[in-house]
């Protein structure tokens, strides 16, 4: 868990309390042996929101809470983590589709597209299930080939880790293309971005042909373009949303090796916006 600077630590009835110069930022149950609030680092931590380097207490230590716990999971554990990714994703598609009545929209050429709430709860089930096989192919291929698969590794600990980018740099195309998703090495950022943007197209092209497209795309990144920035990821859009800058949700399986689609908390803030089927 974070902690501010020189915290004092006062013994509670609850646990522990973790104080800094300004407020308090964790408490920690001794009974259960474990934290009570969240990690304000979300998924970046790992699967477990409420764990700390990895129940390794005495063999680990994390003084600023900004490193994960763990970075090596098996295949069950990224099978288990992509199953549960997948419920909370559909969710979020779920919740941009339209209620009771159908929305209509024109494309950028000025074609008509009609999203009812039936179409647009298949296609929300559909790219949930597309987006799903591809990323589990990637970590299935990377566990297949390596006995684990490298998650949640930090950009930046010299010396210290093999990062999800080392492995990847080792893929044909360095893991900055769709195409080495299946090679077993993983992929980098803008590998995953590629393989996303190149779903979301086979799934919404036959729609936006027959008229019925509800999902809107965009390829996104931390800088003022793509040249300019140091992490990319993929945007979706609800038949609601106008403006490219309403992200209604957020596609970056990088950070997780493929084992969450669409992370609680947003690695970077997007700056770049490259419209996909508007």
């Excluded at 949930?128 to 299935?140: G, R, W």
């Excluded at 003022?224 to 609800?238: C, E, I």
């Excluded at 949700?249 to 990088?254: A, L, M, Y």
Aim: proline letters at 5%; charged letters at 20%.
């Amino acid at each position: 868990m974070k902690t501010n600077t020189k915290p004092i630590i006062l013994a509670v009835g609850l646990g522990l309390l973790l104080l800094g110069p300004q407020q308090s930022s964790a408490y920690y149950n001794s009974s259960t042996g474990r934290w009570i609030s969240r990690d304000p680092i979300g998924e970046k931590g790992g699967r477990n929101f409420y764990g700390f380097v990895g129940n390794d207490a005495v063999g680990a230590f994390d003084i600023l809470g900004q490193y994960p716990s763990i970075y090596r999971y098996s295949l069950a554990d990224m099978q288990a983590m992509l199953q549960q990714s997948k419920e909370d994703f559909r969710k979020k598609l779920k919740a941009a589709c339209p209620i009771s009545s159908t929305v209509t929209w024109r494309t950028a050429h000025g074609q008509r597209q009609c999203c009812s709430p039936d179409a647009c709860r298949v296609q929300a089930e559909v790219l949930t299930i597309e987006f799903a096989m591809k990323l589990a192919v990637n970590f299935i291929t990377e566990s297949m080939r390596f006995g684990n698969v490298l998650a949640f590794t930090p950009l930046t600990i010299p010396g210290w880790f093999e990062t999800i980018n080392d492995r990847a740099d080792k893929a044909p195309h360095h893991g900055m293309d769709a195409d080495d998703y299946n090679q077993g090495y993983g992929l980098k950022c803008k590998g995953m971005q590629n393989l996303i943007d190149q779903t979301f197209v086979d799934v919404m092209v036959p729609l936006r042909k027959a008229g019925i497209q509800c999902f809107k795309g965009a390829r996104v990144g931390n800088g003022r373009d793509t040249a300019n920035s140091s992490h990319h990821w993929f945007a979706l859009y609800g038949p609601f949303t106008d403006d490219v800058h309403e992200l209604d949700v957020e596609v970056d399986p990088w950070f997780s090796a493929g084992g969450i689609i669409s992370p609680e908390f947003p690695f970077a803030r997007a700056q770049y916006f490259d419209r996909r089927l508007w």
